[in-house]
Structure formats: C-alpha cells, structure tokens
C-alpha cells in the first residue's frame, strides 16, 4: 500500500477492532522511520546539525549553563541498526543532543510544600494527562530552600516519567522543579524540535527500547544511563517540524474519527435499549407484533455491535420470563392446577421421610410482584418449586492429580461446563462433599459466590461432586430444568439476588434468600415452547457474534497487512 492509498482509506481503515489506536500507533512509528514526509535536498542534513549540537553543548558547557555527563557510550553500530533511515538522517544516540538527569525529592517532602504563591511550582505525576503534551500548572509548590534537593526545569523543557507509568514524555509550560520519579531530556535551544522528540518518544519503536531497559521489580523504571543510550533516528531540523505538523493534522483526525465512532456507537446502544423497552412494555399483543417487527426491519444496524448483542439476550430472556416470547395456548393446564400437584407431591415426600419439612414461608405479597402475568401463570417461591436446594461445604477440599470430579465456579461459564478445569478429590472428600446429596442428570448447578449467577444444567453421565461457592436445585418434573435455568439467568432473577448480596471482599448469596425468591411459573407445554424459542434465539445470537468475530477478524487481517507494507516498502 503507498501513504497516498493509506491518507485516502484512512477513515476506512479506522474502522477495525481497534482501529483508531493502530492508526495512531501507525502514524508515530511511520514519523519516526522518515515515511511520513517526503525529504527535501535543500534542508541542512542531520549530520551537520549534529556537529552544530555538538558545539552549542560544549559552549553552554564552558559557561557553565550546561552540564554534561562523560560520554561512555559506544560507536553506532551501523552494521546493525533497527530499521532503515532517509539518507538525510542520523542514527544518534539521545545523549549527543541532551543533558538527561534525573530530579531529586528534598525529605521529608511535607516539610517544604507551601501554598504561598511565591513557591515554586512542584511538579508530579498527578499534574499530567496523557491526552496533552504539555504541563501547564500544578497543585503544589515548595519553598525555595527544597531547591538544593531537587531539579529546576523550566518551560520547553521535556521531561519523561521513570516511574510507574515509565517512559511517558510531556514538555513544559511553566517553570518548576521535579522529584526523582522524573527525568529531564533538556536540548540547546532552537537545534531539536521538542515536539518531534515528543513523538519520537510515544512511538514503538522507542517504548520497545525502553521495555526492554526497564529495571526493577514490582515497580519497573529507567534510569537516566539508560535514556542516554537510546538510539533513535534523527532528521534534519525542518524536516522535524514537517514531521510534528503532520502528526498533528493526522492525531486530529484520529480523535474526530473516535469522537465520530463513540457517538454512533452511542446513538445505536440507545436506539437499542428504546427498541428493546418499547417490546418489553407492549400492552398488546398488536403492540408487541410491530415493535418486534420494526426491530427486525433494522437487525443488521442494531446488531452490528457485541454490546447489543448482549441486550439483545437479555430481552430474550426478560421477553421469556414475562409470557412475551411464545403464544399461550387455553388448552393447557393452568400452572395453578401443577402447583397443587407439586403441592401433594411434596408432602408425600415428606410422608416417606425422603425430604424434611420447611417451615412454611410468607405469601407473595403485591409489592414482591415486578410484573403480571399471562392467564396461566402463576408466581411462586423458589423453594415451593424444588425437592432440594442444598449448599456446598463451606470448605476447601484438598485437589490431588486422580480421582473424583468436583465441580466449582472455576469450571462453570454461562451455560456450559469448562471441562479442562475441572478438578479432583479423593474418594473420601467425595463421599463425604455428596452426603448431603449427589448432583444427578437435569439437576442445576448455580454460583452464589465469585462470578454469581453462572448456573448449567448436569449432563448425563457425569459423577460429580460440589465444590467450593456452589448451589444445587432438583425441581419436580412440571418445572422443566431449562425453563428454571433460563428463569435465574433473567434479569427479573438477578435482580432480586443483587439485592441479598451479603459481604465485602467475597460477595455471596445466602441459600435462605434464594428459597425465598419468587419466579413466573407457566404451564408445563408453555415452558417446553419457551425453552424451544430461547434456544433458536440464543443460537442466532451465537452466529451473529460468530459473525462479528469474523468480520473484526477480516478487518484486522487489512488493517495489519496495510501496517506491515507500509513499514516494510
């Protein structure tokens, strides 16, 4: 691809995955190499602004304006440099231009801050924002006695962070002094361009260099031994300024282009969350007809984003739960009739000893109800639709490398079991983690702990037991386990769970509040519809983010050999 092809497809390119930060990346890492302008024959090479450098140091040094550090630093190696340069450049080592030092932090600092406006401007990491080149003010001032202990910078002035966030450049506006988790990259006036060394260091090529500098443990930063040896490519005066005028015009557009994406991004999430609601308040079955009709007309603009998508099952979901996704047929059996077979079921159970008695929990109150029902339905408690709901051992079991499988929320996504991570136990810890009862086919797992609200449904065959952070419901045959596990994912479910939350470092559920929890109970065939309905829907958003995936892929696929020709060419 020629620049001409990359400027005229700029907007295009943009669109990638992350596309506008590759273009920003793109633009820097082209400036730096000398392809982002054409040379002019006419400018003063590098070489000879070099020698000029050279001496402007030497005389600031003898006036003593100037201090210089004893060059230990090797001959270029141009048998092995990083990438090719114009003929007109340089490779340079960073200590041929500039004093680089580090700032000094008089102790204990607290004894020098002032807020007397005569104090000297104390400059931090806190005084910057990365979206600007400059320093401009600050919060603090120190008296003039800290000035024996630390470093004055003054305006055009660039000093780079050494710490935390290392490597970051910023040129000064204001006069002040720096504490030691700065460096000062100071040049003889008017022979470099500041902004061109500013780019110089944002570009990868030099945060690669200083990655691989980087010293320290847990806080790594560079010294200024370091920064002086950084090798980097140097054009001829006006060529810089060229260079940082065309960055400027490129970064510009680069932050409309965002700016252009962040609203239509913005304006489709609301257009959305608008189409989404009007379905689920539809008062009629006519309402609800057009208003999914109408987001039909528009899927490919609605669901060209995966932030949709996500609502886009939630609304499933929400749609299920309310009676809003299948049509009610008068010939099933009422859920009020099931709910008084659940009822006799129960207490035969409890007859034969085989489930104990619960004490009898409140009725459902008016204000516990979020919605109404279809005719048919009813509200119920959790633990009224359940034969067990039984908890984990609250404790962690010992994992040996063959045995038993037990299952945690480390093995469980949304839906599916993750079987690579799943774990084992001895046979002792198993028996003794089933005692309470064994998880068997169609029984479902949820997470009260961690990431909660994961919740699957046991396959067949599968001998499991329960680990840490885990619940299990068995429901009676007319609550079809898929219908629950779609109910508790809803956000009708996660609603009322968010609320119980109990705990500070490890948030949780209690399984008492969850037993008390209320969900929509349909007629057995309604609940096998809606399972068939959920699952059809689901699988279409399977495929539209497979979709997405593929297209961001394709995109990525341009925009990366695009990059790659152009630094190559």
Same mark, same amino acid.
């Given at each position: ?187 003889? +006036? ?90 689920? *308040? ?42 809003? /996704? ?56 959790? *633990? ?25 929320? *480390?093995? /469980? ?13 001895? +046979? ?142």
């Amino acid at each position: 691809m020629k620049l001409e092809t990359f400027f005229e497809h700029f907007d295009l390119l943009a669109e990638a995955p992350n596309g506008v930060q590759k273009l920003r990346e793109l633009i820097l890492d082209l400036a730096v190499r000398g392809k982002l302008v054409s040379q002019d024959a006419n400018d003063e090479p590098a070489a000879v602004l070099l020698e000029r450098i050279k001496k402007e140091k030497e005389k600031l040094v003898k006036e003593g304006k100037f201090q210089i550090t004893k060059n230990t630093l090797t001959k270029v190696d141009y048998d092995h440099l990083p990438f090719s340069i114009p003929d007109n450049w340089e490779w340079s080592y960073l200590d041929d231009i500039a004093i680089i030092a580090r700032g000094g932090s008089p102790r204990p600092i607290k004894l020098f801050l002032t807020e007397d406006s005569s104090g000297i401007n104390w400059i931090k990491i806190g005084d910057t924002d990365k979206k600007s080149m400059f320093i401009t003010h600050t919060k603090e001032k120190i008296i003039r006695e800290g000035l024996t202990k630390t470093r004055m910078v003054f305006p055009n002035d660039l000093i780079l962070s050494n710490s935390m966030s290392y490597g970051h450049p910023f040129i000064l506006k204001i006069q002040g002094c720096i504490h030691d988790g700065w460096l000062l990259i100071r040049t003889p +006036e008017n022979l470099v361009y500041k902004e061109f060394l500013y780019y110089m260091f944002l570009s990868d090529y030099t945060k690669k260099v200083f990655s691989e500098a980087a010293a320290g443990g847990v806080v790594q930063n560079l010294n200024a031994d370091k920064v002086r040896s950084l090798l980097f490519p140097f054009p001829p005066l006006n060529e810089q300024k060229r260079i940082v005028t065309k960055v400027d015009e490129l970064m510009k557009l680069c932050d409309e282009l965002e700016a252009r994406q962040k609203k239509k991004r913005e304006t489709r999430i609301l257009i959305n969350n608008a189409a989404l609601n009007k379905l689920l *308040t539809a008062d009629t079955p006519e309402t609800f007809t057009k208003n999914w009709q109408r987001i039909g007309d528009n899927f490919d603009i609605l669901y060209s984003a995966p932030e949709n998508i996500g609502k886009l099952r939630q609304a499933i979901l929400q749609l299920a739960v309310m009676g809003k /996704l299948v049509p009610q047929d008068a010939n099933d059996e009422p859920a009020a009739v099931l709910l008084e077979r659940i009822k006799k079921e129960k207490e035969r159970l409890i007859k034969e000893g085989k489930i104990k008695k619960e004490k009898s929990l409140t009725e459902i109150k008016n204000d516990e109800i979020p919605y109404d029902l279809p005719k048919g339905w009813e509200w119920e408690r959790v *633990t009224n639709l359940c034969k067990y709901i039984v908890d984990c051992l609250h404790s962690t079991p010992e994992f040996i490398t063959d045995g038993k499988l037990c299952i945690d929320t *480390t093995c /469980l996504n949304q839906g599916e079991i993750l079987f690579h991570k799943i774990r084992k136990v001895s +046979e002792e810890t198993f028996l003794e983690r089933i005692r309470r009862l064994q998880p068997l086919a169609g029984d479902i797992l949820f997470s009260r702990e961690g990431t909660i609200g994961l919740s699957i449904i046991v396959p067949e065959g599968l001998e499991i037991c329960l680990g840490q952070r885990m619940m299990m419901f068995r429901t009676f045959r007319w609550l079809i386990p898929e219908y629950f596990r779609y109910v508790l994912i809803s956000k009708m479910f996660v609603n009322q769970w968010e609320k119980k939350l109990i705990g500070t470092a490890a948030r949780h559920i209690n399984i008492g509040d969850i037993k008390k929890m209320i969900i929509p109970f349909p007629p057995v065939n309604e609940q096998k519809r809606i399972v068939s309905k959920v699952d059809k829907l689901m699988k279409l958003c399977d495929e539209l983010e497979t979709k997405l995936t593929q297209t961001q892929t394709e995109s990525e696929k341009i925009i990366n050999a695009a990059v790659k020709q152009l630094l190559t060419v």
